[in-house]
Nanobody, 120 residues
Framework: VQLQASGGGLVQPGGSLRLSCAAS????????MGWYRQAPGKQRELVAT???????NYVDSVKGRFTISRDNAKNTVSLQMNSLKPEDTAVYYC???????????????WGQGTLVTVSS
């Protein structure tokens, strides 16, 4: 399973960006999909997750500003980021807990990371 993320870039404070991530390969199904981020000098942290039923979870610092969504038929996950702040600057990674066959366990797969810079 491969994950390809896109959509990062430079944006001014208060601006918006939309990140997208597509999973490809031999996929039977995907349980949880999510976005994580790692700022310079900091540990990677969870930003948002969404399961196959559409239930979402957000870190407190992005609640009300970020929205995660997914398309189960296309194996994609997106992160709409509004009201961006300089502290949102980080490399954003998508993750998918997927399995290639039924009756096997889910494994975690990561995208390559996309840089989001919030600066004036």
């Amino acid at each position: 399973v491969q994950l390809q993320a896109s959509g990062g870039g430079l944006v001014q404070p208060g601006g918006s960006l939309r990140l997208s991530c597509a999973a490809s390969g031999i996929i039977f199904d995907i349980n949880v999909m999510g976005w994580y981020r790692q700022a310079p000098g900091k540990q990677r942290e969870l930003v948002a997750t969404i399961n196959s039923l559409g239930n979402t979870n957000y870190v407190d610092s992005v609640k009300g500003r970020f929205t995660i969504s997914r398309d189960n038929a296309k194996n994609t996950v997106s992160l709409q980021m509004n009201s961006l702040k300089p502290e949102d600057t980080a490399v954003y990674y998508c993750r998918a807990d997927a399995r290639s066959r039924r009756w096997t366990t889910y494994d975690a797969y990561w995208g390559q990371g996309t840089l989001v810079t919030v600066s004036s």
